[in-house]
């Protein structure tokens, strides 16, 4: 069993910074997996928003949050992080962590999800 916690959102105004947190845990949860941070608006489909390799040395981001979101892990504690900086409204959603072998499989269809911590950025 592989289990993933998001914390570190909220209601924040435009212009704010936020740091999520993914927490994973579980007899099964590896570190070589790589880890994925998505997001979901209402009445929007799901959206990748970056990808960290499991050695933290390869990223990539949707283009829509390059230059203002940063993904990074701490391996030896089993977090991965995503700043969120210079967020606009239309960063609101529901931001979720996922993980699974290697950055490929978590850009496609990763097997393990968190639950989601919702982000609200008002004008």
């Known amino acids: 069993q592989v289990q993933l916690v998001e914390s570190g959102g909220g209601w924040v105004q435009a212009g704010d910074s936020l740091k999520l947190s993914c927490q994973a845990s579980?007899?099964?949860?590896?570190?070589?997996?790589?880890m994925g941070w998505f997001r979901q608006s209402p009445g929007k489909k799901r959206e990748l928003i970056a990808v960290?390799?499991?050695?933290?040395?390869?990223?990539l981001y949707a283009n829509s949050v390059k230059g203002r979101f940063t993904i990074s892990r701490d391996t030896a504690n089993h977090t991965t992080y995503l700043q969120v900086a210079k967020l606009m409204p239309e960063d609101t959603a529901v931001y979720y962590c996922?993980?699974?072998?290697?950055?490929?499989?978590?850009?496609?269809?990763?097997?393990?999800w968190g639950r989601g911590t919702q982000v609200a950025v008002s004008a």
């Open positions: 996922a993980a699974d072998n290697g950055p490929e499989v978590v850009v496609g269809t990763p097997r393990f």
């Open positions: 579980g007899p099964t949860f590896d570190d070589s997996y790589a």
């Open positions: 960290i390799d499991w050695r933290g040395s390869r990223t």
